[in-house]
């Protein structure tokens, strides 16, 4: 430190005033306020900061009884401890602590009845596959209850598709039909119904394992399944004495020894996809074999499906109540004769499908309804029936197409207003056998609503569509202003006849008279609008004057 800041600092050193000092000034004040008398600390200003030091004497003795104090507490702690080491204190015995590894008996604790309960409830929703695999895997108990066979009563059994060659698919049938091997023995005793979907190769081996295990087979659906020999159809027959349901609609069977690459697949029915045939002799052995216990049966129609229906015929199945035969997805040009006759004296117990369904609540609300097809359909009066039974409002309905509906299948309709009709057959009624009467029980049903009305292609005769057509010049009220368009393409309708109609009903603004033959020459074609209508009219008029 310079010499001239080292004496300025000493002059400014303030001895502090003695306790019993009678007068001070505030300076003092402030400064016995920081460093107090006694305290053992005294005060150093120099020109930028103020310094409060330790004296000598009183700060220093204080300083060693805080030291003594320390030193003493910790001697006191050391002696404790050394007392602790050498006497260890007894502690209370914890609380257990929760087992850290899982526990392995909680699903012990549920017995097998209910927990079979609860997995039949999941079979039933489900199926059993892949659920019982899995909850095989979860303790002891649960592998127990899912090895009951009284669980494994229904099944179907099918090979992933997506994306697989013909060499894997092979592959992924052999690997599910190892995993069968040891399955079948131990839980399929009690299986019922089984169902095989898209086996290509392995339905043989299969099917023997079910001989082999499921002696309470009663019901066996094979859908898209190749290579179900006959052998294999009686091997099951004789093996399950309780099988009385079987489906092999849309499967395929081989023969024992193909005479050809075009025989080495066919349909059980006689109806591959491939559109080739092989006798139906592997459903007739089955038939012969287990007929006498066969309640239910479903085929697909070709034309090997009579031998089928034959041997239905000689009462090989007496006690069967379902027969069901589809077309499939290909459409055969062969219709099939079915002699109802003798089916019901070779299959008395057969059961009508619909004898026991009671009838809807219907559409109390529709107003129209649609079912127009540009290809024959097979809609009937039973099903349009059961469609509108409870329809009153019914406004609009168009059943072109639907060549089997009737005039009084239409006459018992709810409806009393209905104001749009259209019965047209386009392109198709050359080949049908229609209805030659009944146009009049449409006509005075409806004279008094209808606005637009089609009996295209209809093969009513001339004198039944006078009277139909009359009705509308007829209606109280003139009512029958309402009829705007009339269809009669392809009818017998006479000149007559459409005379009437356009002189009856002046608001006609569409008439279609294309292709009907009792009609001159060049009137066959449609007319639009009022003053066309009424042009028709007068060359029909004409037509119908008498020759001076």
């Not at 131990?186 to 339905?203: A, C, D, E, G, N």
């Not at 009937?380 to 409870?390: F, K, M």
Request: net charge positive; hydrophobic share 40%.
């Amino acid at each position: 430190m310079a010499p001239g800041v080292a004496r300025r600092a000493r002059q400014r050193v303030r001895i502090l005033p003695l306790a019993g000092a009678r007068s001070r000034s505030a300076e003092d004040w402030w400064w016995d306020r920081l460093a107090p008398s006694g305290s053992g600390y005294h005060l150093l200003q120099s020109d930028s900061m103020l310094l409060v030091l330790p004296g000598p004497g009183p700060a220093r003795r204080r300083a060693q009884r805080r030291a003594a104090r320390r030193a003493q507490l910790l001697r006191l702690h050391g002696a404790r401890a050394a007392e602790a080491k050498a006497k260890p204190r007894t502690a209370p015995a914890p609380a257990p602590a929760p087992q850290q590894e899982p526990d392995p008996g909680w699903g012990d604790r549920i017995p097998l009845e209910i927990l079979l309960q609860i997995f039949g409830l999941l079979v039933a929703a489900d199926g059993p596959i892949p659920f019982l695999g899995r909850a095989a895997r979860v303790c002891r108990r649960w592998h127990e209850a899912a090895s009951q066979p009284a669980l494994w009563h229904t099944l179907t059994l099918s090979p992933p598709l997506v994306g697989r060659p013909a060499k894997s698919g092979t592959k992924t049938e052999k690997k599910l039909l190892t995993s069968l091997e040891w399955l079948m023995p131990s839980r399929f005793s009690q299986l019922q119904r089984l169902t095989l979907i898209h086996w290509k190769s392995q339905v043989h081996p299969v099917l023997k394992l079910v001989s082999e295990s499921c002696p309470r087979l009663t019901f066996l659906k094979l859908s898209d399944c190749h290579g179900v020999t006959p052998d294999t159809l009686i091997m099951l027959a004789k093996a399950c004495p309780q099988l009385h349901s079987l489906d092999i609609q849309h499967s395929m069977v081989s023969p024992g020894v193909p005479r050809g690459p075009k025989e080495a697949w066919a349909t059980l029915t006689g109806t591959s996809v491939l559109g080739l045939q092989v006798e139906s002799t592997a459903v007739v052995s089955f038939l012969e074999e287990a007929g006498p216990r066969m309640r239910k049966l479903w085929l697909t129609y070709s034309s090997q499906t009579t031998a089928i229906l034959g041997a239905l015929l000689g009462s090989c199945c007496p006690q069967l109540q379902l027969l069901e035969v589809s077309t499939g997805l290909n459409h055969n040009s062969t219709p099939l004769q079915l002699p109802v006759e003798a089916l019901q004296k070779g299959c008395p117990q057969l059961q009508p499908s619909g004898r026991a369904t009671p009838p809807g609540p219907g559409f109390p609300s529709l107003e129209e309804l649609c079912l127009a097809s540009s290809t024959c359909n097979f809609v009937s009066n039973e099903v349009l029936d059961r469609l509108l039974h409870g329809s009153p409002h019914l406004r609009l309905l168009d059943l072109r197409g639907c060549a089997r509906i009737t005039p009084a299948g239409l006459h018992d309709l709810p409806c009393q207003e209905l104001e749009q009709l259209h019965l047209g057959l386009y392109g198709m009624s050359d080949r049908l056998t229609l209805a030659k009467e009944g146009s009049l029980l449409l006509t005075q049903k409806w004279c008094h609503t209808l606005q637009e009305l089609d009996l295209s292609g209809q093969g009513f005769s001339e004198r039944d569509l006078e009277q139909a057509l009359a009705a509308f010049s007829g209606a109280p009220g003139g009512s029958h202003l309402a009829l705007c368009s009339l269809n009669l393409r392809g009818t017998r309708v006479t000149a007559s006849t459409v005379s009437a109609v356009i002189s009856n009903c002046p608001g006609l603004l569409y008439l279609n008279l294309e292709s009907c033959r009792c009609l001159p020459r060049g009137l066959k074609r449609a007319y639009r609008g009022a003053e066309e209508v009424q042009w028709c009219l007068r060359q029909l008029l004409t037509s119908l004057a008498p020759p001076s």
